[in-house]
């Protein structure tokens, strides 16, 4: 057990390339820290030169209060999980778990018991004499789990360990993944691109885009208090709407209507360098059909009209998409997250709004539907460099805080 | 329809596979066959002999010649696979795991080596061996059937090490191997079947080698089997050692018979499976 601090820890490789840039992060003993980014945004070059496998170039990094840059991985006594697994196959399961605990030159009877207690935490007791080639992907991820954790490291790694399981196991292990942590309380920095794994599991959620950290923080501040427009749009699924917005005489104009200001946001603009157009952000669920909204409500939001596209049922309620004219709200950080969703080059998402509404709204497709929605949870980002106009001292509090 | 034409094509394949081993096959099966037949019928041009005697194997392992040639075979191809094999190892783990300068160099003088014609090295060699007072040696066989049998085992190696995955290595550093426990432990028991096809393939290049072997060597001291059967006489000089060149050429294609079958149950395809998804 121990913390691991990263100080200012750069990572470039001979051809001039920055892979990680400046990284300053305190992780505590017992925490459970996720990397989180889209892919090429060094989170899995960072878990490397933690591992060792991959040098510093600059920077200390520290696991225990001891520096370690010049440590081999042997020596740091840190177990890793791959996203391969990386199973020896020419060894049966017990023999893979009992590796680590070999080359640790223990004796026979203690490495039986200590693999015979692991394999019973991770239910892989019958399956101690199987070569890994003969396991389905979620027992050889477990064995590969066993390994790690057999040797009571200092911390674990994990580079992106579930993301080879299909969806229903994925979500099975993410628990199990979790459950063991908090039994364990060993500390845990853990790659993943998904952020629903990334909201789920950690304690707190490093986001990275380009080699640098976005924001360090609980999710839940993450998702309700984004930093910049890059990790309003990470984090969040569906995620959040974004909407181009024109500063006009202290209020907004955009594609919903006219957004009145907040003296706190009006002081912001008034700034000689201040941006005149701006990045509207809206949250799914801070939509609700207009019908539904009580009139105390009704006055701390907007409300606007517009035709419905798609109704998709959930149950406990409902996404809809509605269709809103005007301009496509653009920004860098914007195109970026849509190439790493793989709809970079797809322009149908363009115009489309995507609201969470109450399972009780009668909306139908085809119909055209007012729509309310909250004032005191959208958020403002300057297009030039992303930044939350709407954060103040870490806290967002919409457009209209005084 | 379909399953007619599959079999059409395969009575079609199956009927030239048969053609093709039939073509390669004959020499090899007429030379067993002379090797069993007496000097009066080893002209009479039947294919299975009429007589058949074991006198022309007799005669072979009587002369010291022939024994003390298959010894300096054995000896001089073993030697030199297993150096081969060893040297070839390490230099195509470096090569398909490491970028290091000079890479490109490596491979491209590699190449050169196996391109280059060796008849035209064989005068050059015997005057160094001469010089270096290894002519007529086993090194002075085992020095060339390395530097030549080296390409050939670099290329084939670095294959295989190239399929085995790098994360395989980078777990069992984090699981507290040092480089060389790693390569030992993990790679080198998953790269046993391309170190057998390896060693099969190196070892079959020294024993049929003639060139070097003929050239090389002066007396039975070092002359391998290949060499020693052209200056085969029979038991005396004045008997026609054609039955007896077969009884040793038959004899000689054993060892590589039983080498190719001894390490081919080693070759088990598929060993890496399960290490990696998909």
Known sequence: MADIVLDKVSKSFPDGTVAVQDVDLEIADGEFVILVGPSGCGKSTTLNMIAGLEDISSGELRIGGQRVNDKAPRDRDIAMVFQSYALYPNMTVRENMAFPLRLAKLDKETINAKVDEAAKVLELVPLLDRKPANLSGGQRQRVAMGRAIVRQPKAFLMDEPLSNLDAKLRVQMRTVVSRLQKQLGTTTVYVTHDQTEAMTLGDRVVIMRGGAIQQVGPPQELYDHPRNLFVAGFIGSPSMNFLHAAVQDGSLHTALGEVPLGDRVRRELEAADAPRELILGVRPEHFEDAELVDEDTRRRGLEFEAPVEIVESMGSDKYVYFTVEGERASAAELEELAADAGAGDFAGTGGNLVTRLSAESPVAEGQSRRVWFNLEKIHLFDPTNGRNLTLHEGRSAGALAD | ?278
Do not use: H
């Open chain 2, 1 to 278: 329809m379909a399953v007619e034409t599959t079999t059409r094509a395969k009575v079609r394949w199956g009927l030239l596979d048969v053609l093709v081993v039939v073509f390669a096959l004959v020499p090899v099966l007429w030379i067993a066959s002379l090797s069993f037949k007496t000097p009066a019928t080893l002209t009479d041009g039947n294919f299975i002999p009429r007589e058949w005697t074991l006198d022309n194997y007799r005669t072979i392992f009587d002369t010291d010649q022939f024994v003390r040639a298959l010894i300096n075979s054995i000896g001089i191809a073993l030697i030199a696979t297993l150096i081969a094999v060893v040297l070839g190892a390490m230099a195509a783990y470096a090569i398909s795991r490491l970028d290091f300068p000079g890479k490109g160099l490596l491979v491209g003088v590699s190449l050169l080596i196996a391109m280059f014609p060796q008849v035209s090295l064989v005068s050059p060699l015997f005057e160094i061996e001469r010089q270096l007072k290894i002519f007529d040696t086993w090194p002075g066989l085992i020095l060339p059937y390395i530097t030549f049998a080296l390409p050939l085992a670099i290329y084939t190696l670095s294959a295989f090490f190239k399929q085995i995955p790098w994360d395989l290595e980078k777990a069992a550093k984090m699981d507290g191997a040092t480089q060389a426990q790693a390569f030992r432990r993990v790679i080198a028991p998953l790269a046993a079947p391309g170190l057998f096809t390896t060693a099969i393939l190196v070892f079959i290049f020294c024993w049929n080698d003639f060139l070097f072997a003929i050239s090389l060597t002066s007396t039975e001291r070092s002359r391998t089997v290949p060499a020693a059967l052209s200056f085969f006489t029979g038991a005396s000089q004045f008997e026609d050692p054609t039955g007896a060149i077969c009884a040793a050429a038959v004899v000689i294609t054993v060892p590589i018979i039983l080498f190719v079958l001894f390490f081919q149950r080693r070759i088990v395809s598929g060993l890496t499976s399960g290490a990696v998804k998909g």
